[in-house]
């Protein structure tokens, strides 16, 4: 009976709040783990206060939150696909954008800053307008480019000439909007239309 008494003051004394815990090498420093209440080093000795080897018992840190990265949404593309189908491309050759491309489509293709834009140069030339710059049509009845001058007051040059009325637009013609020289390259024309995959077979 008095062997079972023992051991409950024991139990008990182990899991007395008023316990310390044994104080760190001088070469040591305290350093509170983020989000623990205490360090990591107390946090041990009141798991173990008897200084047993239990590996199982002795925290290491804070653990960590899964964090869920959803799949993109189709809806969120900006490629447009089958709704908008490409008809060709304007190419960044100088300026901010260099390397870049942008895609045309059917019917007229505003070019300009504002992300609105159905060609958006928000590369960071200031000197382009903000909407309607200048448009790049593609008509699909003739199978022809043509380009012509915005509404605003900026200019528009086409193989370093200016643009004041709509032109025909060629194969690696450059178009030159503020300080962005873009290089025009079709996919649509004589040889080729979305049209055409559309028609039943003979």
Same mark, same amino acid.
């Given at each position: 009976?008095?062997? #079972?008494?023992?051991?409950? &003051? ?11 815990? !044994?104080?760190? !090498? #001088? ?9 623990? +209440?205490? !360090? ?9 206060? #008897? ?17 869920? &990265?959803? !799949?993109?949404?189709? #809806? &969120? ?23 870049? +491309? ?61 643009? +004041? ?14 300080? &962005? ?16 995959? +559309?028609?039943?077979?003979?």
């Amino acid at each position: 009976m008095a062997d #079972e008494e023992d051991e409950k &003051t024991r139990l008990i004394r182990r899991q007395s709040p008023q316990a310390q815990p !044994p104080p760190l !090498p #001088e070469d040591e420093t305290e350093i509170p783990d983020a989000g623990l +209440a205490k !360090p990591t080093r107390v946090l041990d000795w009141m798991m173990n206060p #008897e200084g047993e080897s239990d590996e199982k018992t002795k925290l290491v840190g804070p653990a960590r939150r899964a964090v869920k &990265t959803e !799949p993109a949404s189709a #809806e &969120t593309s900006s490629d447009g696909g089958e709704l908008d189908p490409v008809v060709g491309w304007l190419v960044v050759l100088s300026g901010p954008g260099r390397g870049n +491309a942008r895609r045309l489509g059917y019917g007229q293709n505003s070019l300009g800053r504002d992300k609105g834009e159905r060609v958006s140069l928000d590369f960071g030339d200031g000197s382009i307008s903000r909407s309607k710059h200048a448009f790049v049509l593609y008509e699909p009845r003739k199978r022809q480019f043509y380009l012509r001058p915005g509404d605003g007051a900026n200019l528009t040059y086409l193989n370093g000439d200016l643009l +004041a009325d709509s032109r025909p637009l060629n194969p690696s013609d450059v178009i030159e909007v503020g300080a &962005t020289k873009l290089r025009f390259v079709p996919l649509c024309g004589p040889d080729f239309d979305w049209e055409d995959q +559309a028609q039943p077979p003979k």
